[in-house]
């Protein structure tokens, strides 16, 4: 780092901490926008949302927009940093999409009227889409806004995307990357959509799972039977399927699929030590859950089953009576949904077409099964050695007093593939989240502990990354 950026940090730190109370508020307001982005019946909340973001680059002194796409918009927004210095040409990714706020009546305070309570770890803001992602992606803002207010701007070129449809399943980041590749062109990557080890440890992911989700609709009969007059006489497609999805594990755990476990590999040495160094604790991490004894793959704990084993699961299932009371009728058709988290180095294809060949050659004599896929995103290992990694290091430590510990996650981030292969730009996977955040469930949550020591981070990150020639 240069003599006058480490003279400029202090006094941006200083700024980012000065400006807390204020950017709690602009967290708030972030949040009172419902932008779910798998639902159409909030395509405008969703709009709104990027143009709020887009309008805070701005007051960072970024000259920002909306680029429309076949689905949401995308925020792009550039700042060329300080002019006559050379520094790496940084890319921020973020998404201002949230999950739908179901089931509604589980939340203890409405999902798009953020409220600050007090938890055991201080205070925290809860709402849907707190920690995913408009809560992390206002660490960066804030951190924008610091150095915009101290030194007239970042102390790096920075380009900013925020995507408005990662939550239901980035259609359109890819044409987007290619068409406006030229604009992009960067360094490195910061993407602030995942997790820390704990409140005061700080991590950087650098595993990712991929993922294939396929609807699958068993269809038999022509129409919905009496069961008295037709049951026991041909198949019933919900009995069918679900012995279909049962058929997917072993009783131990393992995955059936036949050649699905194929292409993993074992975990590189390297990783392993810096994995079998973190004391990961089953009992504790389950018990985030509300559940006392775990089961998966044998030979594996929770971390590596979640973290470097693949999965196949159910995640939604419909067919038949639904409502009160009983009704005696064996239904025409049933539905799964079913996902499949990938680890490096299987291919989405290949798993896609092992999982088809296996439900297929399940179904009965003179039924169909109909396959539809929402998405299939490859896994992803981003470089676990780089100057850009050791600055991320740098910055963070500075921060938290301690250097973070690298980490995998179980979950998946298309954009961080898609920088990768489209662009040819590696990224840091710097999050703040926490493992009890109910990500995706009701009651999302964000520390503020993470909010505030997430802006001081990303604001020492710049100052590291512009001390580097790029
Ligand atoms: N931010 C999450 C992924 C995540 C969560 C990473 C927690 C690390 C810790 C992201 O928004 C997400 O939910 N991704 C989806 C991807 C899917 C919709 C393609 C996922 O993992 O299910
Ligand atoms: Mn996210
Ligand atoms: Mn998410």
Known sequence: MSISTHGQLDSVLARTDANQPAGIERLMDFLRIPSVSTDPAFAADVRR???????MLKECGFESRLVNTHGH?????KHPGPKGVTAPRVLFYGHYDVQPADPIELWTSPPFEPVIVEGPMGKRVVARGAVDDKGQVMTFLEALRAWHACAGGPPCPVTVILEGEEESGSESFEPFLREYAAELESDVA???DTGMWDINTPA???????LVYVEAKLKGPSHDLHSGLYGGALANPINSLARMIASLHHDDGRIAIEGFYDQVKPLPEKIKKQWDKLDFDDAEFLGKAGVKKGFGEPGFNAM???WCRPTCDCNGIKGGYQGEGAKTVIASEATAKISCRLVADMDPDDAFNKLSAHLRARVPAGYTLEMKTFGKNPPIRVKDESPYLVAAERGLAKVYGMNPVCIGTGGSI??????????GVESLLVGFGLDDDR????????????FRRGALSHAAILAELAGLRP
């Open 204 to 210: 950087i992911t650098t595993m990712l799972r991929g």
């Open 73 to 77: 918009p995308m925020v792009l927004a």
């Open 439 to 450: 990500v995706h469930s009701p009651n999302e949550k964000f520390e503020l502990t993470c």
């Open 304 to 306: 590596e089953r979640t």
């Open 414 to 423: 298309p954009a961080v593939g898609l920088l990768q292969r489209i662009l």
């Open 49 to 55: 949302a990027g143009e709020w973001a887009s309008n």
């Open 190 to 192: 910061i993407v602030s």
